[in-house]
């Protein structure tokens, strides 16, 4: 029994100080992780998936996307408001009516990404 609680213990043995010291120095911080982790929140919603590929083909206004997707006026808003927050949608009025747009090139190649990682 003893041996198995020492094997669940974490000890440093030897740290190679080389390496920690090259990964220290390249990785993001805090403040970008965090950013990155609420990026990556906004994907975990498969209404926001759908929301941007039907964007992909066209910009559109929130009745056209609720059409299509078969949801409320109000469902499409509050999606769309988390979407224009992390700046994934840009939008452009035209009279009364707003239409939304991806906001460029990035958003379709993180989708891209995703897609052909869970495809393999």
Same mark, same amino acid.
């Given at each position: &029994? #003893? #041996? #198995?609680?020492?094997?669940?213990?974490?000890?440093?043995?030897?740290?190679?100080?080389?390496? @920690?010291?090259?990964?220290?120095?390249? &990785?993001?911080?805090?403040?970008?992780?965090?950013?990155?982790?609420?990026?990556?929140?906004?994907?975990? %919603?498969?209404?926001?998936?759908?929301?941007?590929?039907?964007?992909?083909?066209?910009?559109?206004?929130?009745?056209?996307?609720?059409?299509?997707?078969?949801?409320?006026?109000? /469902?499409?808003?509050?999606?769309?408001?988390?979407?224009?927050?992390?700046?994934? @949608?840009?939008?452009?009025?035209?009279?009364?009516?707003?239409?939304? /747009?991806?906001? %460029?090139?990035? @958003?379709?190649?993180?989708? %891209?990404?995703?897609?052909?990682?869970?495809?393999?």
């Amino acid at each position: &029994m #003893k #041996k #198995k609680q020492e094997a669940e213990c974490c000890e440093f043995i030897h740290v190679h100080q080389d390496i @920690v010291d090259r990964v220290n120095r390249v &990785m993001p911080d805090e403040d970008t992780l965090y950013n990155l982790s609420e990026l990556f929140k906004i994907f975990g %919603d498969s209404t926001r998936i759908k929301i941007l590929y039907v964007l992909f083909e066209s910009e559109m206004c929130v009745c056209d996307i609720a059409q299509l997707l078969q949801m409320t006026q109000s /469902a499409i808003s509050h999606q769309l408001r988390a979407l224009k927050q992390s700046k994934l @949608v840009s939008f452009r009025r035209e009279g009364k009516t707003v239409f939304y /747009a991806l906001a %460029d090139s990035h @958003v379709r190649t993180i989708l %891209d990404q995703g897609m052909e990682h869970v495809s393999e």
